[in-house]
Each structure stands twice: as C-alpha cells, then as structure tokens.
C-alpha cells in the first residue's frame, strides 16, 4: 500500500492523520470516526464522555508529577466538507482519502483533504500519547457537524467539560493566534403585495447588474465590495426621480445569506413619454456606481432591456419597498476597539426574491460583540417593519469577544517568542468559530486557537503546508509543558 505520509515528521501527528484520511467523515456523518475515536481511548486506557450530539471528551491523565495542573481543553472537530472535482468518481460515504505529497505540502486526489481539523485532531491525539510531552490533566473535545452550521458545539453538553482554559485547533493560518470571532444571525422579512394591471401607457424595462465580486459576508466585508441590491435601488431610485408613475413588477438578486450579492434584477414600468429620460437616469447612475466602485469592482456593468409585464405591484407598495431596500444598512458598521483593524459589526443586504405577490428579504448581521449584534438586528427590524414587511430573527450563533489580556494569550505570545525568536500575529476573524458557542456555554472560558498553514479549505485545492505542521505541534506541546 502507497503510504506517502509515512515518513513526514512529527510521526505521531501524521499517523493519525492518515488513519483519519481512511475514515468516512462528512458534515452529519461522523459516526466512523467517533468510533474510531472512541477505540483508541480505550485502547490507551482513557476514559470518554459522549453527549446525545455525538460529541467527544477523552481525558488524558497528567504527566506524572504534574497532577494538579489546571485542566486544558484541547479542541477540535471530527467532521470535514465533502467536495471533488466533477470529474472525480468518490464516495465521501464510503472512500478513503488519496493524500499526495506536492513540494512542501499534502494534498488530496481531487477531493478536499480534510486538513480542516484532521490536522487539529491528530495533533491532540499525538499529544496524549507522546511519551515527550509534558502537560497536566486534558480534555480532548471532539465536535461534531462543524461545517454545516456549528451544531455540535451548539448542542454541547456543558457537563462534558470540566476544564476552563481551551485551546482551539482549527485556525488555518501559521504563526497566528486567533482570539475573537463575529457571532451572527439572520432576518427575514416578508412584503405581501398585491398586483395591479400595469397602465395602458406603461413599457417594461428589464435593470440588470452584473460583473460584481461579491465575496464572503464576513471575511471580504471590509474591502466594500459592491452589492449588486443596494446597486439596483440606487438605479431604480433614480427611474424615480425622473417619474414617480415608476411601478416594481419583481426585484431579485443574491443567492446565500453569507455571500454578497454578485447579480441582481428589476423587472419596472415606466410610462412611454418618460422611458427615454429613464434610460438616461439609469446610465447616469451606471456612471456614478463606476465611479464609486470601479477599483474594488472593475467588472461591473449594468444592463438595461426591453421587456414585458402585465402586472405590477402599485405605485405606493413599489416606493415603499425600493424605500426599504435604500435604507437598509449594508457593510461595515463599526470596527474593534481591542484588535485594530479588526471589523466588529457588520450587515449584509443578502437575497431577495419575489413569488407573485411575496418579496422576501434576507439579511446577515454579524457581530463579535453579541450587544452590537442586537443592535443591527433591531436596526434591520426596524426598516423593514416601518415598510410595511413581516419580520423574523433567526436564532443565530454568538461571537467570541476579543480579550487582548487573555492569560493563555499572555502566555503562549511568550512561550512563541521563545521557541521562534520572534512575535506571533494575534488576530481576530469576522467569521464564526466554534470558540463564539463554547464561550457562551461557559463563561470565563480562557480560549485562544491555534494552527498549520492550511490553505484553500473547503474546496479540492485543499493543502496543508508540512513544514507548519511541525512548527504548530511544536508550539502546542511547548505551551502545554508552560502551563503545567
């Protein structure tokens, strides 16, 4: 059997690895791993909590004479995405991962590597049965259904865990401890519209805009990339200016609530003496938006055709709505006080579609301070409510405030500086992370996340950079000996 994981170093870290790599593991399918998770501990002589979720606690006995250390939770999760090429023939059910060795990293064969957290979970494995490690009582926390929506970290039992200092293995970046994360939910608002027949002396016109870069909700919030919604009310409001007879027949753009709108669409009618001074107000505007955008978004471009409608929403319910639409905030919203450069708050004027007399709105609030994320939710309530829509919050998941004076921070930055002669980069994301859940459930919780190079997760480009690997298990055993 090709084995070319065989020799990397550290060995305990990439054996487990490659066990993980032949174990069926997708979001909602872990049964396999915890399994086999479950059959080492015992094998090793460690116990194993389990809760109705399917998540893991193994505890590791301190390393004698280190007894009455503080516990440390280490923490990872056992799922992984499930992606391949289309012109890859694999089970994610059933197959095992084909791992390959390209330069300085381990890739997969067509398929997501599962790096992210095999990686993390490997390296608390190796950890609690290497014979050189020096650490105090553990918690190894094992998650389930990460990728799909944090759920197992949602539905944690919090007797599970006893320890309160937690070190969290699924950052993806080298030489960087992460130490906050944007807790999030969504809103939901529906407009109930009747339809009138469109006036005699009405045309259609099809606004298009297209070409935008769109991005992660989160991650690629702060570029202000242009969303194509808030660009198509622009230029329906500027048909406005020119006619006020202008009716909305359908309005449609995005399609996930954590992507920004890349596309959007407005079906209108304009009277037949205004659709030539129209057409100018939309150009005009088109102008105006490449003004704005053009180096963030140099693709843009806004189309503008013939078409056909019958019906229409009236006059008033199209002002109302457009109203809606200009009004409600998109972007950044405030920015952290305790990690510079870091955004805070933030919303995303996310999907919208219309079924008949339904247009339904969503939108993405994010915040790493759960107070701020309220706040913006209210704010979004409060828009569309006043416009005459149906509001519903979502149950959404919490952030992980930033705590630049973290003990465990304090020191691990010292611990880094020694074992690398330099600082590490002390980072937050605007993204969720399991550690915004599990800090709920225990408040006090010290936690900091740590990690290899990983890069291009979630997609068959996957790798993980071996020479990280190495550095990252490193650290992670030097910090443990610190603390015990």
Known sequence: ??????????????????????????????????????????????????????????????????????????????????????????????????????????????????????????????????????????????????????????????????????????????????????????????FSLPLAEVPPDHVALAVKVRGLRGGHSGVDIHENRGNALKFLARLVAAAYKV????????????????????????????????????????????????????EIDPGQRVEVEEASASQAFTGADSRRLLDAFLA??????????????????????????????????????????????RATLQQVEAVFRLAGARVEVHDGYPGWKPNPNSPVLRLAKEVFQREFGREPEVKAIHAGLECGLIGEKFPGMDMLSLGPQIESPHSPDERVQIPTVGKFYRLLKAILAEMA
């Open 328 to 373: 409600c905030p998109h972007g950044v919203l405030a920015m952290s006080r305790a990690v510079p450069g870091l955004v805070e708050t933030s919303n995303n004027l996310a999907v919208v579609t219309t079924q008949g007399t339904e247009v339904k709105v969503i939108t993405s609030s994010r915040s790493s301070v759960m107070p701020s994320l």
């Open 243 to 294: 006619s006020d007879e202008v009716r909305i027949a359908s309005i449609a753009g995005g399609s996930k609530h954590n992507a920004i709108p890349r596309e959007a669409d407005a079906l209108i009618t304009v009277p037949v003496g205004e659709v030539a001074a129209v057409r100018q107000a939309l150009a005009d505007t088109a102008a105006v938006l490449r003004e704005e955008y053009g």
């Open 1 to 190: 059997m090709d084995r070319p994981l065989a020799n990397l170093q550290p060995s305990l870290v990439w054996q487990h690895f490659e066990k993980l790599l032949q174990i069926p593991r997708p979001s909602k399918h872990e049964e396999k791993v915890r399994a086999h998770i479950k059959a080492w501990a015992e094998e090793k002589g460690f116990a194993v909590r389990e809760d109705a979720a399917g998540n893991l606690v193994v505890q590791v006995p301190a390393t004698p004479g280190h007894e009455h250390a503080p516990i440390v939770v280490l923490q990872g999760h056992l799922d992984m995405v499930a992606e391949k090429n289309s012109d890859v023939t694999f089970d994610f059910l059933t197959d095992a991962i084909q791992p390959r060795i390209v330069g300085e990293y381990v890739y997969a064969t067509g398929t997501t590597l599962g790096a992210d957290n095999g990686i993390g979970v490997a390296a608390a494995m190796a950890i609690a049965e290497d014979p050189e490690a020096v650490h105090g009582p553990l918690e190894l926390l094992f998650t389930v259904d990460e990728e799909t929506g944090l759920t197992g970290a949602a539905k944690l039992d919090p007797t599970l865990v006893q320890g309160r200092t937690l070190l969290n293995l699924d950052t993806e970046e080298d030489g960087a401890f992460y130490i906050g994360c944007a807790g999030g939910a969504d809103a939901h608002s529906f």
